[in-house]
């Protein structure tokens, strides 16, 4: 898609969810509905720039999707077996009245937790939980296949596989577009926050392309945490999460300059950020840790918010946040928590500590081969005046990264230091 159309992908991408919910909540088919509505958002994307967006653009994605869904179905009648297996799912006056109305169907057929249902829906017990991930960032997030092989670290052929998988495994089960039994919701709810998670930082910062920041993605990311909020209102991580996501965010106009490129958090102006939204983080959390169970991203949360709290870098409060961390990795230990730890540690104790938390990092295959390590090791080394290697982490961190704003960041850092020893 060309630049001049970015519009229509900003446009299409929270509607998708919405569109392929309505199918889904009407067909009772996750896989074919998928399907349908991937070919009318494909339309759209050709249509609209030449002839306009409809009044009412939802409403047309459900009346394209639903017509490509009736023709797949009647094609089906070519095998009583599927045919009878289509009935079973979907009453037979149910499927005409939708093929004959198609073109009635619209906006009546959205319903406001449609989105959140579907997000549940893909988080169902029959799928791993890597699976419930997976389809949550494809179905609800939008990702594409490549993106979501980027989150998880992973071949994209391994990940298209998956999804595929989870989608035929949704379809064999029957499941019902319904909110889940009351027993079941607990262990649904983490994978969903989970996935809410790694919406949001895949907006907050793009793994690859020319932007440093997708806003569709956070802010649907944010939107769904409150739908689920409202939902659990006393659930401390839910709370949590929705916190964690209102202060980093709240960053987001301070850290790009004009030009696009990035500004790290400590050269951030400050006076940028969103402070009705770290408001309301800061209230959320500090409620949020005195009632409720302590988990991860409460604590991930009560970091972000001394981050925010300082007015200037200097007045940071380095102590408290290695405390934090450090009963975050007893809690929820995984590499990506200890690099962080590393650099907290290194603002405390000095570099060379900071230095020597990372040196386990190297043999795990997790992060080993991760942009953000070598670009992490890269600044501890130049904090210890060991610019040389410093400079070969910052070319190797720019190397791995496949995000064109980081790249940048990455290898000017390193040109920097060539030229200082010049």
């Not at 994605?61 to 289509?86: F, G, K, P, Y």
């Not at 999804?163 to 089960?173: G, V």
């Not at 009705?276 to 949360?301: C, M, V, W």
């Amino acid at each position: 898609m060309s630049g001049d159309d970015r519009w229509i992908e900003d446009l299409l991408r929270p509607l998708a969810p919405q569109v392929l919910a309505a199918l889904v909540r009407h067909y009772g088919n996750f896989e074919t509905a998928e399907d349908a509505v991937q070919e009318a958002l494909l339309a759209a994307a050709t249509q609209w720039p030449e002839r306009g967006v409809p009044d009412s653009p939802s409403g047309w994605l459900i009346r394209v999707a639903s017509r490509r869904m009736t023709d797949q179905l009647r094609s089906e009648r070519a095998s009583r077996h599927r045919e009878e297996r289509i009935a079973s799912r979907t009453p037979p006056d149910e499927l005409l009245a939708l093929a004959a109305d198609a073109d009635l169907l619209g906006e009546d057929v959205v319903h406001d937790d449609d989105t959140l249902t579907l997000l549940l829906l893909c988080c169902h017990p029959s799928l791993t939980p890597p699976s419930q991930i997976a389809l949550t960032l494809r179905a609800v997030g939008g990702l594409t296949t490549a993106e979501i092989a980027r989150a998880f670290l992973v071949p994209e052929s391994t990940m298209a596989q998956r999804i595929s998988r989870a989608k035929q495994r949704i379809r064999a089960t029957g499941a019902q577009f319904r909110m889940p039994p009351e027993p079941e919701l607990p262990d649904r709810l983490r994978a969903v926050l989970h996935v809410l998670y790694l919406i949001f930082n895949e907006g907050y910062t793009a793994t690859s392309g020319p932007e440093l920041q997708r806003c569709d993605l956070t802010a649907e990311a944010i939107r769904l945490t409150r739908a689920v909020r409202a939902m659990l209102p006393d659930d401390g991580e839910v709370a949590g999460l929705l916190a964690l996501m209102l202060l980093t965010d709240a960053r987001r106009a301070a850290r790009t300059r004009p030009d696009g490129s990035l500004v790290p958090l400590a050269e951030q102006d400050r006076s940028r950020w969103n402070r009705a939204s770290i408001n309301e983080a800061i209230t959320l959390i500090t409620h949020t840790l005195a009632r409720a169970r302590l988990g991860p991203y409460q604590l991930q949360a009560a970091i972000a918010a001394v981050h925010a709290e300082a007015e200037r870098v200097e007045d940071t409060d380095w102590p408290q946040i290695v405390a934090l961390y450090q009963i975050l990795e007893e809690l929820d230990p995984n590499p990506m928590v200890t690099l962080n730890h590393a650099v907290a540690v290194a603002m405390v104790r000095g570099p060379r500590a900071g230095l020597a938390l990372l040196e386990p990092l190297d043999a795990d295959n997790r992060l080993s081969g991760h942009h953000r390590l070598h670009a992490v090791r890269a600044h501890l080394l130049e904090m210890a005046g060991d610019h040389e290697g410093a400079r070969a982490c910052y070319r190797t961190a720019a190397r791995l990264t496949t995000s064109q704003p980081e790249q940048h960041y990455l290898q000017t850092q390193a040109d920097r230091l060539a030229k200082d020893r010049e």
